[in-house]
């Protein structure tokens, strides 16, 4: 065997390639249908103003010699690890420096890379429904067993629906790593400041480390919810933190995220801080100068106002999903804090059923639940990215169908 045989053990088909070639079916057989997609978190405002006129300005910097920028720093150019600094973690009162954050293109791949750095032997628990990239890329390094068509055999699963109020237990038994993501994908839930006390301390005990995923942290409102994992005393020896402007400031096409990776974490006597500069200057050659500087507008007075005023206006599609869910009878969570509403399948459908019937009935794109791992099953999520008109259109929709199915 020349090849890596664990990608045979894994679904043939990442989930929202599957959706997609799903939709794809249906629009050619029915050409005439108005597809409305709430499926994939993908953003649909374009780029805020400040963010064009930094990306204008870069681009006129590499048709001059003096200001023509090849390879930049592996780990991001200072002025967007300090403005991230700032305007993520000072801003909120913690503590993270500039060396300890890393630029990357995306927290996808972030997080499908950060593994690299655990021992094939790591054990690794996630909470259930959850991102697949944390799944299939631990999968793909052969860390999880054996796939049972449900489950992976050596992965703890940690599940979370309405039987627990979507707060994961702590893992039953040993485990090395720990994915956590608050907002959380895919059921729009946040962990509290006391439960997340719960994790650091578990972790500070057990010396698992803690892979804590804050893409949607620009979509929690108010005081109450921890917007970083470091706002808990101790953090910083126990977790990395993975963050992105994909989702805060409509970067999914242009693509730019942040690690931290404290110098206070350390395994084995290294530090982990030290292995991800390592591993980073081997395998990547920096987010694209142009892309940080745009970036780096995020954190402008100007910036901050535009992004803002489109975070309200996602928020503002996920309120009206959500209260469209609930007045036709169908108890939902998330919504408030992130542009996910999460929901059982009314009618006690299975996943890929219901996707199947507001598809053909209703033309609306969701994502299935059970695409998420085993506790999704009979679950579904739709997301608030689409466009408002879209959004009015799409609640039409589900208000007229839904009372034929609950
Ligand atoms: C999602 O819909 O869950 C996300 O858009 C997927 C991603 O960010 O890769």
């Known amino acids: 065997m020349i090849t890596n045989q664990h990608f045979g053990e894994i679904p043939p088909s990442y989930l929202f390639s599957e959706v997609a070639e799903r939709v794809r079916t249906f629009s050619a057989a029915n050409p005439g249908a108005e597809v409305l997609r709430l499926g994939i978190g993908d953003v649909t405002r374009p780029l805020a103003p400040a963010v064009i006129e930094a990306l204008h300005r870069a681009v006129d910097e590499q048709a001059v010699a003096s200001s023509f920028q090849g390879y930049g720093p592996e780990a991001g150019y200072a002025f967007l690890r300090e403005a991230i600094a700032a305007g993520e973690y000072a801003a909120i009162g913690v503590d993270v420096a500039a060396d300890e954050i890393f630029v990357g293109d995306g927290s996808k791949q972030d997080s499908a890379n950060v593994q690299e750095l655990f021992a094939d032997t790591a054990r690794v628990a996630v909470t259930d429904p959850v991102y697949p990239v944390y799944v299939d890329s631990n999968a793909m390094a052969g860390r999880l067993g054996t796939f049972d068509g449900e489950r992976w055999t050596k992965l703890s699963y940690l599940p979370c629906d309405d039987m627990n109020g979507y707060r994961p237990a702590l893992p039953a038994t040993p485990v090395e790593l720990i994915y956590l993501c608050s907002p959380n994908n895919p059921t729009g839930t946040v962990m509290s400041r006391s439960d997340l006390e719960g994790w650091v301390s578990y972790a500070r005990e057990t010396g698992a480390v803690?892979?804590?995923d804050v893409a949607y942290r620009a979509f929690i409102t108010g005081d109450d919810v921890p917007r970083s994992i470091y706002e808990i005393p101790g953090a910083n020896e126990v977790a990395i933190e993975l963050g992105s402007f994909s989702k805060t400031a409509g970067f999914t096409g242009l693509r730019?995220?942040?690690?931290?990776?404290?110098?206070?974490?350390q395994r084995d006597g290294v530090s982990l801080n030290a292995m991800w500069l390592r591993r980073q200057s081997t395998k990547f050659n920096g987010t694209p100068y142009i892309v940080q500087r745009a970036a780096e507008a995020v954190y402008s007075p100007e910036g901050r106002a535009q992004v803002q005023a489109d975070i309200d206006y996602y928020l503002?599609?996920?309120?009206?999903?959500?209260?469209t869910l609930e007045r036709a009878g169908v108890a939902a969570v998330g919504g408030e804090h992130s542009p996910y509403v999460w929901f059982r399948c009314p009618g006690g459908m299975d996943s890929w059923e219901f996707f199947d019937v507001l598809l053909e009935r209703a033309q609306l794109v969701g994502t299935p639940g059970v695409g998420f791992?085993?506790?999704?099953?009979?679950h579904f999520r739709l997301s608030a990215f689409n466009t408002a008109e879209a959004t009015h259109e799409a609640a039409q929709r589900l208000a007229r169908l839904l009372p034929e199915l609950v």
């Open 373 to 378: 791992g085993p506790t999704g099953a009979g």
């Open 316 to 323: 503002a599609n996920a309120r009206l999903i959500r209260e």
């Open 210 to 212: 803690i892979l804590y």
């Open 256 to 265: 730019c995220s942040w690690a931290v990776v404290p110098h206070a974490l």
